[in-house]
Antibody, heavy 118, light 110 residues
């Protein structure tokens, strides 16, 4: 059974940093692109970033470029999102998702809440 | 602001057919496939339809997708109480060179 379990969310002040983790199991992690998708409270879905199977390619939404870094450790079956210079508007539930293809995310984690507030 | 527009809400009684639209442009729906996600209250999104009209394993065929020109639709036949959820469309946008979601539609079973 495919499982994605996020962790690392919490309350942080504007300008602060946070590192999210996603532990994957039940599939060959190293053979899939992976994404982070977020959802602000009461709002819709927004794709944030994704990373190629071997970590050699990474893509980001414009609003997080230069502040967020996606990475992975295939030996640990883990995906990460390092978030720096956090803004109030980054407040959201962050989901880890497996990329079946472009805009096809076939498995999702339960999400982890990031709250940016003073 | 999303480039894919959905009606904020839709509703029906049990057993009815409900249709949700997703309106885009030539650079997204007009050029690429559309995928649909269901988000039950308090849970993560779930892939419902991919490549316009394909079902992932385990999704009942009461759900169906279609695309015509720059619009796509999700139909729910034989509406059930457990279908109460938010539904989102998604597609690649060639102009934005990025992934875009629809604004989302909340389906209520009366």
């Amino acid at each position: 059974e495919v499982q994605l379990v996020e962790s690392g969310g919490g309350l942080v002040q504007p300008g602060g940093s946070l590192r999210l983790s996603c532990a994957a199991s039940g599939f060959t992690f190293s053979t899939y692109w992976m994404s982070w998708v977020r959802q602000a409270p009461g709002k819709g879905l927004e794709w944030v970033a994704n990373i190629k199977e071997d970590g050699s390619e990474k893509y980001y939404i414009d609003s997080v470029k230069g502040r967020f870094t996606i990475s992975r450790d295939n030996a640990k079956n883990s995906l990460y999102l390092q978030m720096n210079s956090l803004r109030v508007e980054d407040t959201a539930v962050y989901y880890c998702a497996r990329d079946k293809a472009v805009t096809i995310w076939d498995y999702w984690g339960q999400g982890t809440l990031v709250t940016v507030s003073s | 602001q999303s480039v894919l527009t959905q009606p904020p809400s839709a509703s029906g009684t049990p057993g009815q057919r409900v249709t949700i639209s997703c309106s885009g442009s030539r650079s997204n729906i007009g050029s690429n496939t559309v995928n649909w996600y269901q988000q039950l209250p308090g849970t993560a999104p779930k892939l419902l339809i991919y490549n316009n009209n394909q079902w992932p394993s385990g999704v009942p065929d009461r759900f169906s997708g279609s695309k015509s020109g720059t619009s796509a639709s999700l139909a729910i036949s034989g509406l059930q109480s457990e279908d109460e959820a938010d539904y989102y469309c998604a597609a690649w946008d060639d102009s934005l060179n990025g992934r875009v979601f629809g604004t989302g539609t909340k389906v209520t079973v009366l």
